[in-house]
């Protein structure tokens, strides 16, 4: 699949390319992303070239995952933003923001536009989020965005090769006002 780009009231959403090395590299030295996500630690010049140059274009070409860099009109980086195939209309959403934008509800609107698209777009039904316990900053994101907080999975994240506990919630296109691709029968209690 060819990238596409996004857009909303105050950001383009668009694949990052060798355009973006030095930003991303940037912004990965923040020991919160480090710290909270799964990139590299320490993070060095030649991980922002192989995430620039080489795993969002593969992602977009095999449709494994949708990497989206989360920009400002100006062409500031605010963010970065992925949706990863994980089964047959499941996506997963990852982001962080960059430190000098977080606060302003960049992340929370991309991935509100990311699974509006996911949606309506790429038939799929469920975009899952996780964060490690206690990443209150991804959780607050999550919950801005719609996502509805389902429990706590023990040891499901392996962040830097240590098993973690993990928040997980959900979005379903119903969440939007948008229609799923097949019926939808929730559980009665």
Known sequence: MD???????????????????????????????QRWTTVPSPYLPEHARGFTEQMCPDGWTNGSMFTFGVF??????????????????????????TKKHR????????????????????????VEWRAEVGNRASRAVAERA????????RSSLNNKGVLRDCWIGS???????????????PAKE
């Open 3 to 33: 990238p596409v780009a996004l857009t909303t009231d105050r950001l383009l959403l668009r694949t990052a390319g060798p355009q973006d090395t030095d930003a991303v590299y940037a912004a990965c030295q923040d020991p919160d992303i």
């Open 72 to 97: 400002l009109p100006s062409g500031e980086l605010t963010g970065m933003l992925g949706i990863t195939m994980r089964s047959l209309g499941v996506g997963e959403i990852g982001y962080w923001g």
């Open 103 to 126: 606060g302003n509800g960049y992340i929370t609107e991309a991935a509100v536009a990311a699974s509006r698209w996911a949606f309506t777009k790429m038939s799929i039904d469920r």
């Open 146 to 153: 719609g996502f509805v907080i389902e429990g706590t999975l």
């Open 171 to 185: 979005l379903l296109p119903s969440d939007l006002g948008l229609p799923s691709t097949a019926p939808y029968l």
